[in-house]
């Protein structure tokens, strides 16, 4: 009962009316990915690797060679160097273009789960 008056409430607003009129088309997912697309999840992955496996190893250096700044300086630079990597890769692979896409998909879903 309570679910369905939530999915009422949310069914009379402007945003959620306008989702379930024009219905997410989730063709794009279906074809070949572009070398942009690849790219960008290429330089997403690569953020990972340089991100705690750097930090572990500047934090290795600075206890091997009992030199405390090298971690103090070098694990927040390169660790924001990776977010910035991540970023860009997410930029490249058109993320919040695809998550509009997945997150306007699953609101349909749920509402007319909730409401049927």
Not at 45 to 50: Q, T
């Amino acid at each position: 009962m309570i679910r369905r008056k939530i999915a009422q409430y949310l069914s009379r607003k402007k945003f959620i009316i306008k989702i379930m009129e024009n219905p997410a088309d989730l063709n794009e997912f279906k074809q070949r990915p572009t070398p942009r697309l690849i790219t960008g999840l290429i330089l997403m992955g690569f953020s990972y690797v340089i991100g705690w496996p750097a930090v572990a190893a500047f934090g290795f250096l600075a206890v091997w060679f009992k030199e405390p700044l090298i971690a103090i300086i070098g694990c927040p630079t390169i660790y924001g160097l990776s977010h910035v990597v991540f970023i860009i890769g997410a930029l490249l692979a058109r993320a919040p273009h695809y998550m509009g896409t997945l997150t306007k998909y699953a609101i349909q879903r749920l509402l007319k789960k909730l409401l049927y």
